[in-house]
């Protein structure tokens, strides 16, 4: 087997491995509230939110992936070693912010590092500006949006269920929980996975493996929403206990708030082919529930915490990123002068 070929399939391998961690990594994402207000056990809770990030596929399409392939950097330039390092970087910073149970952007760590190969490769010029522009305004817009939507959700079933008792309310809402959380998966299963999409659909064409214009081959869409499931399945339990349980204390209705303003954000970024970030946009959500019970519901040390994983998640996946290319190709150069 030609050797190019075999680093592509390794680099499809590694990129799968980072959809496992996206999953793995964001499965709090989807679950936090149903544990939080112990709707289901954690097991059930992401068996719950695995299926429907697995068919998410069926209701939207691919614009996040064609926006990560062609949107962000001149594919033109991109090359298996730009991938490899851009992969790798991400991997890394997924890594270690899960270790330390920090909710960070999955999407910016592959954003970033993907950025960051491609600078390290051949600098400024490649980067395609009003992209960039676009995920860096939503990685503010998205959870001020859920945090909008979920507040005002939360304002109007106050409103609508002032006169009932708070027994029967919690009933209705520990029921409707299962279609927030679904809806959430979804949104998770479309945005998410289709980062992963992107990239191999840039490697596929870099390496001249699709011919004609950019596409999304259907089976790397079916393997992406297969392995992000998966991950999810397996689920990311220090990150679901950051997010259900110390940002602040939730409720089924506004457990189901939180998951409805997020899912809404979440499907109208993905029908405008935005790659937004879900863990921004469910932190924000929750705070925003939080924070109609007063300043004091919210722990906002933890919050604070959170914001500074978030601004440091892509330049830190892209200098990571840059400098596994530089040793990549100061190997590839030192191999080529010993032959």
Request: glycine fraction near 10%.
């Amino acid at each position: 087997m030609d050797l190019s070929l075999i680093l592509v399939i390794v680099t499809i391998g590694l990129a799968l491995f980072f959809d496992f961690l996206n999953g793995f990594h964001d499965a709090a994402n989807s679950i936090a509230a149903m544990v939080s207000t112990r709707l289901l056990k954690p097991h059930w809770a992401v068996l719950w939110a695995a299926f429907f990030n697995f068919v998410a596929f069926l209701f939207f399409g691919v614009h996040v992936a064609t926006t990560i392939g062609v949107g962000l950097v001149n594919p033109e330039v991109i090359t298996i070693h730009v991938i490899l390092s851009a992969l790798l970087g991400a991997i890394f910073w997924n890594i270690f912010t899960w270790y330390y149970g920090l909710p960070s952007s999955s999407s910016h760590a592959l954003i970033g590092g993907l950025l960051g190969a491609s600078i390290a490769h051949a600098g400024l010029e490649p980067l395609k500006w009003l992209g960039i522009c676009k995920v860096l305004s939503a990685i503010v817009i998205s959870p001020l949006l859920g945090m909008i939507m979920a507040m005002i959700l939360m304002m109007i079933i106050a409103r609508l269920f002032f006169h009932s008792t708070p027994t029967k309310v919690e009933g209705w809402f520990h029921k409707l929980q299962f279609l927030s959380s679904a809806f959430i998966s979804l949104g998770h299963g479309s945005n998410d996975a289709q980062k992963t999409m992107g990239i191999i659909a840039m490697l596929l064409f870099s390496s001249h493996l699709i011919d004609g214009r950019f596409y999304i081959p259907f089976w790397v869409v079916i393997s992406c929403n297969f392995v992000i499931a998966l991950g999810t399945l397996f689920g990311g339990w220090r990150v679901v206990k950051t997010m259900g349980m110390r940002i602040t204390k939730l409720r089924p209705a506004s457990g189901f708030c939180s998951d409805t303003g997020s899912a809404i954000t979440l499907a109208l970024a993905t029908s405008l082919g935005i790659p937004v970030s879900t863990t921004h946009t469910v932190t924000g959500a929750i705070i925003g529930v939080g924070s109609l019970n007063g300043f004091g519901a919210v722990r906002w040390g933890v919050a604070k915490n959170i914001v500074w994983a978030w601004i440091l998640t892509i330049p830190a996946a892209g200098a990571v990123a840059a400098t596994v290319f530089s040793v990549i190709q100061l190997f590839l150069t030192d191999v080529a002068i010993t032959f």
